[in-house]
């Protein structure tokens, strides 16, 4: 995927005022607007600048955008990082605010790296008005840890709120909560905190903050869905024989069966030890034979023998 630089599109340096962006877009949507230019690349320049505009105009998009930096070298894929968002609250559908532009939106499709940011709810055309009874609803994806899902409990999050400052520049604004956690929660699920969300002038009521939840990489399990699984590292006489080992479980140490003539690859379910859930999510440990290093004089002598004894060529399937 390509990396778009908002700022280069729009010419204006990254640290330029909200009044500095909103005059650079004008200009450049006069000039290339492909009704009257006569640029041969008008449409597409347009789409560009309407993009960057979308992005560099809202202090929430901008905020978390800058904290991609400057991207990598012209030609080389860029990818961003499976957290990048997160902790940053965002407010929801958005509005055009009282004499606020309304033909920013840009024609066409957003580009793959706006979609993977900020996905299809971010588009500009995709706005609609907000409820007047009611302020704004937040949104924030949060990382907790695992355990948060399998036990349940309270949770200090920390969220950085980006706004405007005095000087027209994006700043982040630190909101500590406390939030409980419900057991069983997985990646993906939200939590809603009523009334946590904006207060508009003239609205009755402050609108509410969903908190989608995502998990920090935990050092055994790793979640899909209600399930978990695990790599669990067998010895080759156990993965070729047969045994019974000790593996360990969110609810404690069990022991668990190696069927004779396994592989490494090979998925064994534990049931019901997932996440707690109705019903609740199996855990699933995946064999990873591992080879004893032949660092002695009696592990090299047992490998030789080995070798010996047994007829057996791993690249068989190759033809050679």
């Known amino acids: 995927m390509e990396f778009k630089d908002y700022y280069a599109a729009m010419g204006v340096a990254r640290d330029a005022t909200a009044e500095q962006i909103k005059q650079a877009y004008r200009k450049l949507a006069r000039k290339y607007h492909p009704d009257v230019s006569k640029e041969p690349d008008a449409e597409a320049r347009f789409k560009e600048v309407g993009e960057a505009y979308e992005v560099l105009r809202d202090p929430q998009k ?3 955008y800058d904290q991609l930096g400057s991207g990598p070298p012209p030609g080389q894929d860029f990818r961003p990082p499976p957290d990048w968002a997160s902790g940053f609250e965002f407010s929801g559908a958005g509005h055009a605010g009282p004499g ?15 979609e993977t940011l900020f996905g299809r709810a971010g588009f500009a055309g995709a706005r609609g008005p907000r409820p007047r009874e009611r302020g704004e609803d937040h949104h924030a994806r949060v990382m907790v840890d695992l355990e ?9 999050l920390t969220l950085r709120v980006p706004e405007i400052g005095a000087d027209g520049r994006p700043q982040l604004r630190e909101r500590t909560l406390n939030v409980k956690i419900p057991r069983g929660i997985q990646a993906g ?20 903050l969903f908190l989608e939840v995502a998990f920090a990489p935990h050092r055994l399990y ?23 080992v000790a593996v360990p479980t969110p609810g404690g140490v069990v022991e668990l069966r190696i069927p004779a ?6 998925r064994l379910r534990l049931r019901g030890r997932g996440l707690p859930s109705q019903p609740p999510g199996d855990l699933y ?36």
């Not at 939106?105 to 790296?113: I, L, N, P, T, W």
């Not at 948060?148 to 200090?156: P, Q």
């Not at 790793?222 to 019974?244: I, K, M, Y």
């Not at 592990?299 to 399937?317: G, M, S």
Request: glycine residues 12%; charged residues 20%; without cysteine.
């Open 285 to 320: 440990a995946i064999l990873q034979v591992a080879l004893p290093p032949a660092d002695g004089e009696a592990a090299r002598a047992a490998y030789q023998a080995f070798a010996a004894a047994v007829a057996f060529n791993p690249r068989a399937a190759l033809g050679v």
């Open 261 to 266: 003539g396994s592989k490494s690859g090979t």
């Open 222 to 244: 790793r979640p899909e869905g209600r399930d978990l699984q695990f790599d669990l590292p067998v010895a080759p006489w156990e993965a070729a024989l047969g045994a019974t």
């Open 148 to 156: 948060a899902s399998l036990e349940g409990g309270a949770r200090t």
């Open 62 to 64: 901008r905020a978390a």
């Open 100 to 114: 606020e532009e309304q033909q920013f939106a840009f024609r066409g499709d957003a580009s793959e790296f706006f």
């Open 189 to 208: 699920q939200h939590i809603r905190l009523a009334g946590q969300g904006e207060t508009m002038p003239g609205a009755t009521q402050p609108g509410d």
